[in-house]
């Protein structure tokens, strides 16, 4: 419909993912990529950034809201099953294709970052941890 609506949510969305590496990194953790998907075949889905500690290796799913339940709900419900299920595959994607992080403990996070309406500054970051589970 509107091209600059579309620009509005991306860079919102990009303010978010930086916000949640920044207290990541505050917290003691290495970033070790950012927007990982599969560039072969079929997109299995993406992961916002990994981050690893102590032989962890933490895949996170970054939401952004600047209410806390808008359009697209609150940042815990917008990771639903069907978004479980992408994290999941592309989870294992990346393990298959990095052998040197196998031996890493697995462990996938949600970040909420919660923004001011007015001025998009910094209200609230909510870490979920291990928020989604499977048998890797």
């Known amino acids: ?46 992961i916002d950034f990994i981050a690893t500690k102590n032989n962890q290796i933490f895949f996170v799913e970054v939401k952004t809201r600047s209410q806390q339940i808008g359009k697209f709900g609150s940042g815990v419900d917008a990771v639903g099953f069907a978004k479980q299920q992408k994290l999941l595959k592309a989870v294992k994607l990346f393990l298959n294709h990095n052998k040197k992080y196998q031996e890493f403990q697995p462990q996938i996070d949600v970040c909420v970052i919660e923004l001011s309406e007015l001025d998009k500054t910094l209200k609230n970051v909510i870490i979920i941890s291990n928020a989604v589970e499977d048998i890797f």
């Open 1 to 46: 419909m509107f091209s600059w609506f579309k620009k509005l949510e991306s860079s919102t969305g990009q303010l978010g993912e930086q916000l949640a590496k920044q207290e990541y990194k505050k917290q003691g953790f290495t970033i070790i990529g950012s927007n990982i998907f599969n560039r072969k075949g079929k997109q299995l889905g993406e």
